[in-house]
């Protein structure tokens, strides 16, 4: 090899060196956030084509809190009622039930908890009962199981409850005669149990929620919770349930439709999935249409600002739009566009068919 050649080659490694320095310097995934330059039609939706009713939402100080502010945001999303999951039991549930009544007696549904503590003693359930049926009595129109059933509660030997334990059972059946639907969200995102590294979807939640890692042991496999689930479902039929969360089967609409197939007892929401929604539009789309019966208006934290994305993705067409958290998708939305009849079932037309005492006359037929 010629020296000249030689030197030709080590003078274009240095420039390549160069170019790398000041083009491709390192930078966090959560830094990168480049601004899109994709021109296309945008529709930012900030009130919804047709009220609607909220069936995933916590206010946890509705027994005091001044109610006309957070009438004025669900006026200007044109949210008629919203369901407060929250509703705790006992007396803490009558005086949320009071306050509405008093103020706002149209605009919130209240869904009662069980309280697990002592689960395992004698009369446990038959308490638990009647407290469900006194809770209904004083204006509860529906049961709320959160996710630490399966994940925390325990009995008073300590042993982990199951999301079908038999001790549960009178409490669906309870559901079932009072008619009231059960809202249970079991499990969480499947990626919670996956190891946290580059190829986890949501790496970054767990990066800045370490607290939601979970593993086969802790508590248990993700197939096992979910699996419980379902059992409860198939072995309640005359209960009507609500899937929250589209049962963390978002991200696999095949498997949920099967589910929903087998299961006409099971509803669900898409509270805090709609971006699992907005990256598959005409998948989702087709699931609306086979699926417009049971599927309900969910989004679970309260922000009013965060219902656009919710919006945008089930009433427009626009393209390679932002979510509103990185953690649950660094990916773009794309709308749906549901045709009107779609809208109204699931901004309201399904949960005035399974949540008693809303007042029907605030929508349009
Ligand atoms: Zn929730």
Not at 59 to 78: F, P
Request: aromatic share 12%.
């Amino acid at each position: 090899m010629s020296n000249r050649f030689l030197v030709a080659i080590v003078f274009i490694i240095s420039i390549n060196a160069a170019q790398c320095q000041s083009t491709n310097q390192h930078m966090d995934f959560e830094t990168y956030d480049p601004v899109s330059t994709l021109v296309v039609p945008r529709h930012i939706v900030t009130h919804a084509k047709f009220p609607f009713i909220d069936v995933h939402n916590h206010q946890w100080n509705m027994a005091s809190q001044d109610l006309s502010e957070l009438v004025r945001s669900m006026d200007t999303l044109n949210m008629k009622v919203m369901v407060n999951l929250s509703g705790s039991n006992g007396t803490n549930l009558q005086r949320m039930a009071e306050n509405v009544s008093t103020h706002y007696p149209n605009r919130f549904i209240i869904f009662a908890n069980i309280n697990f503590n002592g689960i395992g003693n004698n009369d446990w359930t038959a308490s638990a009962v009647k407290q469900l049926e006194e809770d209904v009595k004083h204006g509860a129109n529906g049961l709320k199981i959160f996710k630490s059933l399966g994940f925390s509660v325990k009995d008073n030997s300590g042993k982990l409850v199951r999301i079908d334990d038999l001790r549960l059972d009178p409490i669906w059946d309870k559901c079932a005669e009072l008619k009231i639907p059960v809202l249970i969200h079991s499990a969480d995102p499947k990626p919670f149990w996956f190891p946290e590294d580059k190829y986890n979807e949501r790496w970054l939640e767990i990066a800045t929620h370490p607290e939601r890692k979970r593993s086969d042991t802790d508590p248990a496999p993700w197939d096992t919770l979910i699996q419980e689930q379902h059992n409860v479902f198939r072995k309640h039929p005359n209960t009507i349930f609500i899937a929250a969360h589209f049962g963390w089967y978002a991200n696999d609409l095949a498997t949920l439709g099967k589910l929903l197939d087998s299961l006409p007892n099971v509803y669900t929401e898409f509270g805090a999935v709609i971006a699992e929604l907005g990256r598959q539009p005409r998948a989702a789309r087709a699931f609306f249409e086979k699926y417009q019966d049971r599927i309900l208006f969910g989004k679970d934290s309260w922000a009013p600002e965060e219902y656009t994305t919710y919006f945008r993705v089930l009433e427009t067409e626009d393209e390679y739009f932002p979510y509103h958290k990185k953690y649950h998708a660094f990916w773009r939305m794309y709308g749906m566009g549901l045709p009107d009849d779609i809208l109204k079932k699931v901004y309201y037309k399904n949960a005035l068919k399974i949540i008693p005492n809303i007042d029907k006359t605030m929508f349009p037929d």
